[in-house]
């Protein structure tokens, strides 16, 4: 049987409900995107966009079908493999970001090579790949010893991205990462993960609600194009 190592992210047959809910909020037959690959994949608030990432991260799992990242099928490890897989394998930017506060920045970027081998290999040095992606996203040094807490919005999306892109994982989603951010950060802050997934040949899962953006990816997804749930939008 062959692996479907051409897609980085591959959904088969998919069905997901959220517990005490008497609906399916996803029901998505095929969905998938290449290695390397850019996609921007929007749709109204309480589509699903969210649920969707949670599938991919392993934090929740259908009901029915199959997620495959990188030739994996998720459904097939434990718990603590999944977890496992996701430090490995999956870069995360988040919408609040998720870091630290108490942790410098530095300390937030490095977290995934504590956590992962695999990453901390990838990184060569973690610290001067911390420093090398911080540098490039054009945040001062002098903020590298400062607590997260302590950050602008602005530099700690910045961190949040340092921290998803270091040791090269081969899946980068970002959840809304820009929602926060005024229209120049926008644009700068786009272009810096599309730059960066690119050297690495990763694939990135951009998700957002603002279609405004969809201008600079290779591909662009409605939620609802894929998902056959009928899912009520939030007004
Ligand atoms: N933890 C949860 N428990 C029950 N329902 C949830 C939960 N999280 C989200 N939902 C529901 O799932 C639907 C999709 O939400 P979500 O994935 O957050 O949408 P989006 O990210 O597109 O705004 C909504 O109807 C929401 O109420
Ligand atoms: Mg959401």
Not at 47 to 55: D, F, H, I, V
Not at 171 to 194: G, M, N
Request: net charge neutral.
């Amino acid at each position: 049987m062959t692996h479907s190592v051409d897609q980085a992210i591959r959904i088969k047959e998919l069905t997901y409900r959220w517990p005490r809910q008497c609906a399916d909020c996803l029901a998505i037959s095929h969905f998938a995107v290449a290695h390397g690959e850019r996609v921007f994949l929007h749709g109204p608030s309480g589509s699903g966009k969210s649920t969707l990432l949670a599938l991919l991260g392993g934090v929740a799992l259908p009901q029915t079908g199959r997620i495959e990242l990188l030739g994996q099928p998720l459904t097939a490890l434990s718990a603590h493999a999944r977890d496992r897989f996701r430090a490995d394998h999956v870069g995360f930017v988040f919408q609040q970001f998720n870091l630290l506060p108490w942790l410098s920045a530095r300390d937030n970027v490095l977290l995934p090579c504590i956590f992962s081998t695999r990453r901390r290999e990838r990184a060569g040095d973690p610290q001067q790949a911390a420093a090398r992606l911080l540098t490039h996203l054009d945040l001062a040094p002098a903020l590298w010893q400062k607590p997260a807490a302590e950050l602008s919005v602005g530099q700690q999306q910045r961190v949040a991205a340092a921290r998803a892109l270091i040791g090269q994982p081969g899946i980068l989603i970002a959840d809304e990462p820009t929602s926060a951010l005024d229209a120049p950060r926008q644009q700068a802050f786009i272009d810096l993960l599309l730059a960066e997934t690119a050297a690495a040949n990763a694939a990135l899962l951009f998700v957002s609600h603002d279609v405004r953006l969809a201008a600079h990816f290779d591909r662009t997804v409605a939620l609802a194009e894929v998902n056959c749930a009928a899912t009520e939008a939030a007004t």
